[in-house]
């Protein structure tokens, strides 16, 4: 068997945890060092992984000739320095989206790397799922006939102003791009027109919910939906998540409830039912992919910073038409406070921030510090202080979950 990839991990937050743990589980990863800015982080790395290197100084990593992969988990606007530094090292890369806070900075990226022989993979995770491998494979059959209609739809009771979204957009940028991408790769075509419609629920600055509609350049049409605005303060909270290919001859659907998802197809030979677990982020498959593709020196399947770019673009220009559409709005600021204060006495629920308790050095009681090298745990401690009389551009710095 082939030497594992020597890894060094850049931002101990909640995504780069998450890959640590599933690289510890792969034969195909060796984690070499770990760089974080936060001291409790650091402190969690070590304890996480004792062989493991662990510092403050990223250039410690990219230094390290040993070491022929690095992890990108930080925030966008410090994406682009360190993929470039990456590249001059001669290591490939595994890293978040988007790959830069602005398009015209991505677009540069995208050529950079698309010039160099590194392989780079970038986390939208839709990609990985086994259940729309499953759809497209169905549909390549020609149970359903042509493709005709694309439904998406992602609507939670998650992530609210000041628990994540500002650093890279509002929730359809951020969150909405893995939708805008998965559409897109059904739909195996580039979108054409779209037309937005947000709404400024609580009155805050942002559309906490946008809708999409259009068509594709080879007749297909779609429709994206995608807000955190669904039933905060209800006793019971609930979701409704799904995807919708309509074809000339017949359909097929997935659910999913956070825990399994379910496919259901109706072809005109056949139909299929099946349910597996949902596999939130699928980073389990995405380490694997990397890491075979690495070994095989060919790409056996991980998505291209090309296809992230081209979702984080899109997504973009459909907020802006949803902006300029001026979405009206519902509700009040003393909503949006009644919200929040609820969110800080749950320890269970959807896209929940991991709080740290003091500031600067000590975990969340889960022992989970939240931040990831570079973000300012002190500067998000005071926004959550002086909340909600701050409400100019509150800057969390806590990530979630989509």
């Not at 082939?2 to 890894?7: A, L, T, V």
């Not at 609580?202 to 509609?213: A, G, L, S």
């Not at 609820?342 to 600067?360: D, I, K, S």
Request: glycine share 8%; charged share 25%.
């Amino acid at each position: 068997m082939s030497k594992p990839h020597r890894i060094g991990i850049i931002g101990f937050g909640r995504m780069g945890r998450g890959f640590v743990s599933v690289m510890q589980q792969s034969p195909l990863w060796e984690i070499a060092a770990i760089c974080d800015a936060h001291a409790g982080a650091r402190q969690l790395a070590a304890q996480t992984v004792p062989a493991a290197r662990v510092t403050d100084d990223p250039d410690s990593i990219f230094d390290d000739p040993t070491i022929d992969v690095v992890g990108l988990f930080t925030l966008a606007d410090a994406r682009p320095a360190q993929i470039r530094k990456a590249l001059a090292a001669n290591k490939h890369i595994l890293a978040e989206k988007p790959i830069a806070a602005d398009v015209k900075t991505e677009w540069e990226l995208v050529h950079e790397i698309e010039a160099s022989d590194r392989f780079v993979t970038v986390n939208i995770f839709n990609r990985n799922a086994w259940y729309h491998k499953e759809i497209q494979a169905f549909i390549a059959e020609g149970e359903i006939g042509d493709l005709a209609i694309i439904r998406v739809c992602h609507m939670t009771p998650g992530h609210m102003p000041t628990e994540g979204h500002e650093p890279e957009g509002p929730p359809f940028h951020d969150c909405g791009m893995h939708y805008v991408d998965v559409a897109r790769w059904y739909a195996k075509s580039e979108y054409k027109t779209w037309h937005a419609q947000g709404i400024r629920m609580w009155n805050y600055k942002d559309p906490w919910w946008v809708q999409v509609h259009g068509t594709f350049e080879n007749g297909i049409v779609f429709d994206i939906t995608q807000g955190f605005v669904y039933g905060h303060l209800a006793a019971q909270k609930t979701h409704n998540c799904y995807v919708d290919c309509i074809g000339t001859k017949g359909i097929c659907r997935m659910r999913h409830d956070f825990k399994n998802a379910t496919i259901e197809c109706h072809g005109v030979n056949h139909t299929m039912h099946k349910t597996g677990l949902f596999n939130d982020k699928k980073l389990d498959v995405m380490v694997d992919v990397f890491g075979r593709s690495l070994h095989a020196g060919k790409n056996l399947g991980f998505p291209t910073v090309r296809d992230s770019v081209i979702a984080s673009e899109m997504a973009w220009r459909m907020l802006e038409d949803a902006i300029r559409n001026e979405p009206p709005v519902r509700g009040h600021l003393g909503e949006l406070e009644a919200i929040l204060a609820h969110r800080r006495t749950l320890r269970e629920g959807y896209g929940l921030p991991v709080r740290p308790q003091e500031c600067p050095s000590s975990p969340d009681p889960i022992g989970q510090p939240p931040i990831a090298c570079g973000e300012d745990l002190c500067g998000m401690q005071e926004q959550q202080k002086k909340y909600p009389s701050d409400w100019e551009d509150p800057k969390s710095n806590i990530r979630g979950v989509c």
